[in-house]
Each structure stands twice: as C-alpha cells, then as structure tokens.
C-alpha cells in the first residue's frame, strides 16, 4: 500500500466554513455599530463557536495507510496497526473491530497453567450423548454465531464517518457504489463516504495487504507516498490534548465573561 486514504465527514467542513462567513458578517457588523475595540472584544464568543464545531465535525478522520488505521476523534485518537485490525463494520456509524494489546503482566506463566487430566478431556460416548435413540444438545458442535471472534475484538466508534441518510439508507441491503480511488493521479484521497462504504475499503485494504499478488493495478498509486512512519504496534490510543485544551480555554473564557 503506496497511498493514504482519509476519511471525513461529507458536512462537517460546509458548517464551519458556513459559521466563519457569518462570524465575519457578525464581526463587522459590530465594528459598524460599535467600533472597532468592541469588535475586538467581541471577537472569542464567534472564534469559540467555529472552533467548536471544526473540533465537532472537521477534526475527527480515519487516516488509513501502511502504517495502520488512525481513528482519530474528538477525545482521543486510536492507532490500529495492520495486524491487529479484525474487520470494520457499519452499524449507525462506523466501528473499526481490532484485538486489543496484550498485558504482559497479565499473561499467565508456564508455571501457573495446570496441565487438563485425562477425564477432563475424555470425550463423552455415544451412549453418554443420546437419550431414547435421539442426539441431545452436548452430542452435537454448537454453532458458532460469532465466527470472526469479535466478541473479543474493541470496537472503536469513527466519529468521522456518521451514519447518514435515515433508517432507509442504514436498513438498506443494497451496497452503495464504492468511488474510484483514481490513484493514478494522486496519491492521498480524501473519501466522504457512508459507512458500508468505509467498511468495505478497509477490509479490502486488509486482504489486498495480506495477498499483495492479488491487489488490481488500480490499488497502486503511480507516485509513492512519502514514509509516513514506523508501523504501528497493536492498538494504542494517545489523547487529543492540544485540541482539548484550546476548547477547556474557550470555555473557560466564556464562563469569565458570563460571570464577570
């Protein structure tokens, strides 16, 4: 995988862009009616507005490359290497399944594993199995309602990517059309899909990795992205500080002005 993938919001950029020509209608009007150091005064409550809602809408991606999957939202941002990414699933929203790193404190020592005896293990007979002629329960394999062991897996919620479209388009059994890449062009695609979508690129990405003989010329950028980085390592999330403490000082500033 020579390119980027990244996945945001259809509407998120349109109401922010929306919000600062109003802030700079509203901005204007006030340096009209009540000059220009009350303009300035008046400047954070719009600022705060249109910052507010680009962290809301704008900010949250998925941000897909070979390094792994980075679900980036509002909070905090998850990176997902390739290894550990199950499968991705649109369910109101898309979830991104993957196994969850583990605790080497918690893994159990040789030692403290106890060895099963034989009757433990003993397969029970067939008369043992059947009551009457007739195969009772234990007597036949259960079936397996979870096939891909997500039970195990964390789900991780995109914010990115929202449902959209209704409880016809998200009951919908018709797939919706997956967009060209058009890769031979550029090598960074920004996607503004529905989830169903989403999902089923990025597990595509994941069996086009796993059987690179199978990729299609068209999953092939013609001019290689640049090194994005190291690969991630299992599933680690890291906290959006930066974006967090900008909106905790606006919201700070607001309680001032308010109060005081």
């Given at each position: 995988?020579?390119?980027?993938?990244?996945?945001?919001?259809?509407?998120?950029?349109?109401?922010?862009?929306?919000?600062?020509?109003?802030?700079?209608?509203?901005?204007?009007?006030?340096?009209?009616?009540?000059?220009?150091?009350?303009?300035?005064?008046?400047?954070?409550?719009?600022?705060?507005?249109?910052?507010?809602?680009?962290?809301?809408?704008?900010?949250?991606?998925?941000?897909?490359?070979?390094?792994?999957?980075?679900?980036?939202?509002?909070?905090?941002?998850?990176?997902?290497?390739?290894?550990?990414?199950?499968?991705?699933?649109?369910?109101?929203?898309?979830?991104?399944?993957?196994?969850?790193?583990?605790?080497?404190?918690a893994t159990p020592s040789p030692t403290d594993t106890a060895t099963p005896s034989s009757t433990d293990t003993a397969t029970p007979s067939p008369t043992e199995v059947t009551a009457g002629g007739r195969l009772t329960i234990?007597?036949?394999?259960?079936?397996?309602?979870?096939?891909?062991?997500?039970?195990?897996?964390?789900?991780?919620?995109?914010?990115?990517?929202?449902?959209?479209?209704?409880?016809?388009?998200?009951?919908?059994?018709?797939?919706?059309?997956?967009?060209?890449?058009?890769?031979?062009?550029?090598?960074?695609?920004?996607?503004?899909?529905?989830?169903?979508?989403?999902?089923?690129?990025?597990?595509?990405?994941?069996?086009?990795?796993?059987?690179?003989?199978?990729?299609?010329?068209?999953?092939?950028?013609?001019?290689?992205?640049?090194?994005?980085?190291?690969?991630?390592?299992?599933?680690?999330?890291?906290?959006?500080?930066?974006?967090?403490?900008?909106?905790?000082?606006?919201?700070?500033?607001?309680?001032?002005?308010?109060l005081f």
């Amino acid at each position: 995988m020579n390119y980027q993938l990244v996945f945001r919001s259809r509407y998120g950029q349109i109401a922010v862009w929306g919000l600062l020509a109003f802030s700079i209608f509203f901005l204007g009007t006030v340096w009209w009616a009540d000059g220009f150091v009350q303009m300035l005064a008046a400047v954070p409550f719009p600022l705060g507005i249109v910052y507010f809602t680009w962290w809301i809408w704008t900010w949250p991606a998925v941000i897909v490359d070979e390094r792994g999957i980075a679900v980036r939202n509002q909070v905090r941002t998850a990176d997902v290497s390739w290894s550990s990414f199950a499968r991705a699933e649109a369910r109101w929203g898309l979830y991104v399944y993957a196994t969850p790193t583990a605790d080497p404190a918690a893994t159990p020592s040789p030692t403290d594993t106890a060895t099963p005896s034989s009757t433990d293990t003993a397969t029970p007979s067939p008369t043992e199995v059947t009551a009457g002629g007739r195969l009772t329960i234990g007597a036949v394999d259960p079936i397996n309602l979870d096939p891909d062991d997500l039970a195990s897996k964390k789900a991780i919620y995109a914010s990115a990517v929202p449902a959209r479209g209704g409880f016809k388009t998200a009951t919908s059994k018709e797939a919706p059309p997956t967009p060209p890449l058009n890769l031979g062009k550029r090598n960074r695609v920004v996607l503004r899909v529905t989830p169903m979508v989403a999902a089923r690129i990025l597990d595509e990405e994941k069996f086009y990795l796993e059987n690179p003989s199978k990729r299609p010329e068209s999953h092939t950028a013609r001019e290689p992205l640049a090194d994005p980085g190291a690969e991630y390592q299992g599933l680690r999330y890291r906290y959006n500080f930066l974006q967090i403490g900008v909106f905790v000082a606006f919201a700070a500033f607001w309680i001032w002005r308010i109060l005081f």
